[in-house]
């Protein structure tokens, strides 16, 4: 059973910084697309940035101010978030897509304060 575990979310002010980590358990990562996503009240679920290793993507709106990467060996993804805004503020998800099935952790809130 594929499980996925966030932590790291938290209050910081703006132009703070947080890291975020998700570790997997159940599978190894190492052929996985791992991605974060994000969602604030009242929005749909976004996507924020995913890694596959050999590329990256990123949603414009983090683009120079987040950091995705990935520790295969732990089967651990993190994501680095500096120069936070309010507009931050959301529930971050860890996602996992392994052999095309999608896999969510519970998520981990983070608040950016003005």
């Known amino acids: 059973q594929v499980q996925l575990v966030e932590s790291g979310g938290g209050l910081v002010q703006a132009g703070g910084s947080l890291k975020l980590s998700c570790v997997v358990s159940?599978?190894?990562?190492?052929?996985?697309?791992m991605g974060w996503y994000r969602q604030a009240p009242g929005k749909e679920r976004e996507l924020v940035a995913t890694?596959?290793?050999?590329?990256?993507n990123y949603a414009d709106s983090v683009k120079g101010r987040f950091t995705i990467s990935r520790d295969n060996a732990k089967s651990t993804v993190y994501l680095q978030m500096n120069s936070l805004k309010p507009e931050d503020t959301a529930l971050y998800y860890c996602?996992?897509?392994?052999?095309?099935?999608?896999?969510w952790g519970q998520g981990t809130q983070v608040t950016v304060s003005s």
């Open positions: 890694t596959s290793g050999t590329t990256t």
């Open positions: 996602n996992a897509q392994i052999f095309r099935i999608n896999f």
């Open positions: 159940g599978s190894t990562i190492n052929r996985a697309v």
